[in-house]
């Protein structure tokens, strides 16, 4: 059974797409889940050997997978992104790179043991980061935007520019000891690096040009970029190795500053294919590797080779290149120890060491060993410390899940006053200057602008929030708001409010399809809701304990008040919803929307409250 090629598919699917969910409900490195997937059904028992059974098939899916995951890598390279960054991230792949090489190659000499020729091809090789790796672990660690910024670019850069090192040295190497090494294939392999780039920025502008002149119909834009893709990769691949992934870097970048309007739907679809590769890839990768090759992992040579990347090498790289620029001293820090190498570089290794013993150096026998002692190394140590060290140095967005409102009105002014005082991280948007003026008299986080513009995402940092909801006017805009954000929060976390009778009958059909669930109840619509608060209806906090059930609240609750969100001991925040229960235990805070209270109330629960301490409000 684990001999056929479609169970073997199926089982590196399953394994890859599973290893993500658990990465992403236990909150781990979803890298170092997929690693050990691959190694468990690979050397360890033995199952399945994708490389041997794949056979011709094998190297061509890796490469074709790498650079689908390079070019939607790039797509998010708007040179926007990076304004006042410029200068640290040219240095970091510039001068940090050719550091990284030098000090890399002479640790590979003199530490590892191989000869001058393959270290100074295995030390261009070992600058990569990638793509691979490095989206996954943002992704994992919400980094402030600096330094998140700056590892993406360093990341997508950086990957086919260690490529292509390795082949320039490798090419230099051939050329001194004349193993047919000519001053021509020195030229060539330049040229070639030059038409790559200008392959990947025709095809990027060509297909650009296409989509916004309406040659290609929106249903096929998609597959129009993801065919032109491996062309473009296929073809500068086939002039000389290792160059595609130049040229689907180019065609990326370039699409990526032609703001195309159908941008963001491309980008998603590519999201997710890259999502699936990185997943399938890297457990094909690691299950392909033998019994041989793990325990030559061990030997000392290789370990203090990998220790001195790890503490030496990279480190001295970045404080090197990053002198005299903007970077704070904990961003350097930062940035100076998260560099996991991946898939790039255990293809790339793979190639060179078959075409390095061809050439006649068997010290090239262990670079497969070697490369998987950094790999792995470098994507545990920094997988399981990425969160914690930015933590450390103040570089990280985490705390308690925050709640992004659009509409500035009323209600979602005193919603996000009591989500504030229950020290909820919360922000209303809204396009209007005048709308969001009482949130901004109560001290309230605004952003003054279209949410749904494309430049949206170089002003607002979403990574703090964890929920949405759209509380405009207009529930066709709220529909639209939350369908467009949906690859952002997922829908369980978006919500809209209630359509209104209206547009009910109109938007009915679309309900279950598009936008988010509806918010607080079937009848909470916005002329309701701020009519309420203009009644003077309140935000009421609740918390309930074995004294004072959920039970005894829902049965002391005035009738008219409306159940609104839950508050966890663990800063959790859930929200009622239509045809959504909430499960509410002790210690939860439940807050409703309730109406005023009349003075002789208020006089009476105040009385009460002093006789009996600190009971619960109802």
């Not at 640790?107 to 191989?114: E, I, N, P, R, S």
């Not at 699409?255 to 457990?283: G, Q």
Request: charged share 20%.
């Amino acid at each position: 059974m684990f001999d056929s090629l479609l169970f073997q598919l199926m089982l590196i699917g399953l394994l890859g797409v599973g290893a993500q969910w658990v990465a992403w409900r236990f909150r781990l490195p979803a890298i170092v889940i997929m690693s050990i997937a691959g190694l468990l059904v690979g050397p360890i028992f033995g199952w399945i050997d994708p490389e041997q059974n794949f056979g011709e098939l094998y190297s061509p899916i890796i490469s074709l997978a790498v650079a689908v995951i390079l070019f939607e890598g790039s797509l998010n390279l708007d040179f926007k992104e990076v304004r006042g960054l410029g200068r640290p991230v040219f240095r970091i792949v510039t001068v940090g790179a050719f550091i990284s090489w030098i000090f890399g190659a002479l640790a590979a000499h003199y530490v590892a043991g191989l000869s001058w020729a393959v270290a100074f091809v295995i030390g261009g090789l070992f600058i990569v980061t990638g793509p691979t790796v490095i989206l996954p672990l943002l992704r994992q660690a919400k980094l402030k935007p600096r330094p998140a910024k700056i590892l993406k670019w360093e990341g997508i850069i950086i990957d086919p520019i260690g490529a292509l090192l390795a082949v320039f040295a490798f090419e230099i190497i051939e050329f001194l000891i004349g193993n047919n090494g000519t001053p021509s294939a020195l030229l060539t392999f330049f040229l070639a690096s030059i038409f790559a780039v200008i392959l990947g920025y025709g095809l990027g502008k060509g297909v650009g040009w296409m989509f916004e002149t309406g040659y290609v119909p929106e249903f096929l834009k998609s597959p129009v970029v993801f065919a032109t893709v491996i062309a473009c990769f296929t073809i500068a691949d086939e002039i000389t190795h290792e160059t595609g992934l130049l040229s689907v870097t180019a065609m990326g970048m370039t699409m990526a500053n032609m703001h195309i309007s159908s941008i963001s739907d491309m980008r998603h679809f590519k999201e997710n294919i890259s999502l699936l590769f990185i997943s399938t890839i890297f457990v094909m990768l690691t299950a392909s590797l033998n019994r041989d090759t793990l325990v030559e992992i061990f030997n000392i040579e290789i370990i203090g080779f990998v220790l001195l990347m790890l503490f030496i090498v990279r480190p001295l790289s970045i404080l090197v290149s990053t002198w005299r620029t903007d970077l704070t001293t904990p961003e350097k820090v930062l940035v100076s120890w998260i560099a996991p190498r991946g898939i790039v570089a255990l293809t790339v290794a793979s190639y060179f060491a078959s075409v390095l013993l061809e050439a006649g150096f068997e010290d090239a026998s262990i670079l497969l060993s070697l490369t998987f002692a950094l790999v792995f190394t470098t994507v545990v140590a920094h997988g399981f410390s990425i969160g914690w060290l930015a933590k450390k140095l103040g570089l990280s967005m985490e705390g308690p899940p925050g709640v992004l409102i659009t509409g500035g009105n009323a209600f979602t002014t005193n919603l996000a006053k009591a989500l504030e005082d229950l020290k909820v991280p919360v922000l209303i948007s809204d396009a209007s200057w005048e709308r969001l003026a009482e949130a901004r008299s109560k001290g309230l986080k605004t952003y003054h602008g279209e949410i749904l513009s494309e430049q949206t995402e170089y002003h607002l940092e979403i990574t703090p929030y964890e929920y949405m909801i759209a509380a405009t006017e207009y529930d066709s805009y709220n529909a639209l708001v939350c369908t467009t954000f949906v690859p952002e929060f997922g829908r369980t976390n978006l919500f809209q409010l209630s359509l209104d009778k209206d547009e009910g009958d109109k938007l009915e059909d679309l309900v279950h399809t598009i936008g988010g669930r509806i918010f607080i109840g079937e009848y909470a619509t916005w002329e309701e809701l701020n009519q309420r608060v203009e009644n003077g209806y309140v935000f009421r906090k609740t918390t309930i304990t074995p004294q004072f059930t959920y039970k005894d609240y829902l049965n002391k609750k005035d009738e008219k008040a409306m159940l609104v969100f839950v508050k966890k001991p663990t800063n959790k925040v859930e929200f009622f919803s239509h045809k959504n229960g909430v499960k509410v235990e002790n210690g939860d805070i439940v807050v409703s929307l309730t109406p005023p209270i009349k003075e002789h109330e208020k006089i009476q629960e105040k009385l009460e409250k002093q006789r009996n301490g600190n009971r619960p409000e109802k």
